[in-house]
T-cell receptor
Framework: ETGVTQTPRHLVMGMTNKKSLKCEQH?????MYWYKQSAKKPLELMFV???????ENNSVPSRFSPECPNSSHLFLHLHTLQPEDSALYLC?????????????FGPGTRLLVL | AQTVTQSQPEMSVQEAETVTLSCTYD???????LFWYKQPPSRQMILVIR??????QNATENRFSVNFQKAAKSFSLKISDSQLGDTAMYFC?????????????FGQGTILTVHP
């Protein structure tokens, strides 16, 4: 256990559905991240929140909408997804200091879009 | 932009033996961090080892050590006395120093299988 939890662990959704992924960190960190992990591709950074403010949106389609209501929680709202969005979605957190701290990852949500 | 390359998609090793995973990277930055992360079949990614580019000494963590060659932009991971629990996907990652948040660039990963 790394102190970062994600729910649900598995999700199957149709292309017209709306769903949300949840991430919670219990480490007192002030930065949170969403990554996408597809087969045979490197992890892709999607969004970064630092001190609850979005500081990075890595050219992610608008059908993915992040939300960070406080420093411990991060959501990824999904709507009208495509089959190519099927992947493992990983959340991570870190503590921003004068030098970079290690990112701690959650177990991921395995998403299948039909 | 930075790139990280892991040229070995899969590796295997016998239990108790030593294995080395390769990683090369490309950057114009002088100050940065390098990481090796491990992702076991249960999928939770955990940090194995971290190296600051300004440190000449190679990082070590118990059975895990790195060979950091800054001029060659090479960062290999050596696992000594391999154990069955070391079976996992291993990712090499790069992070530029001095930014307001951590932006990791990952390699494609190497699947390591440890055989009894």
């Amino acid at each position: 256990e790394t102190g970062v939890t994600q729910t649900p662990r598995h999700l199957v959704m149709g292309m017209t559905n709306k769903k949300s992924l949840k991430c919670e960190q219990h480490l007192g960190h002030n930065a949170m991240y969403w990554y996408k992990q597809s087969a045979k591709k490197p992890l892709e950074l999607m969004f970064v929140y630092s001190l609850e403010e979005r500081v990075e949106n890595n050219s992610v389609p608008s059908r993915f909408s992040p939300e960070c209501p406080n420093s411990s929680h991060l959501f990824l709202h999904l709507h009208t997804l495509q089959p190519e969005d099927s992947a493992l979605y990983l959340c991570a957190s870190s503590q921003i200091r004068d030098f970079q701290e290690t990112q701690y990852f959650g177990p991921g949500t395995r998403l299948l879009v039909l | 932009a930075q790139t990280v390359t892991q040229s070995q998609p899969e590796m295997s090793v016998q239990e108790a033996e030593t294995v080395t995973l390769s990683c090369t990277y490309d950057t114009s930055e002088n100050n940065y961090y390098l990481f090796w992360y491990k992702q076991p079949p249960s999928r939770q990614m955990i940090l194995v080892i971290r190296q600051e580019a300004y440190k000449q000494q190679n990082a070590t963590e118990n059975r895990f050590s790195v060979n950091f060659q800054k001029a060659a932009k090479s960062f290999s991971l050596k696992i000594s006395d391999s154990q069955l629990g070391d079976t996992a996907m291993y990712f090499c990652a790069f992070m530029k120093a001095g930014t307001s948040y951590g932006k990791l660039t990952f390699g494609q990963g190497t699947i390591l299988t440890v055989h009894p």
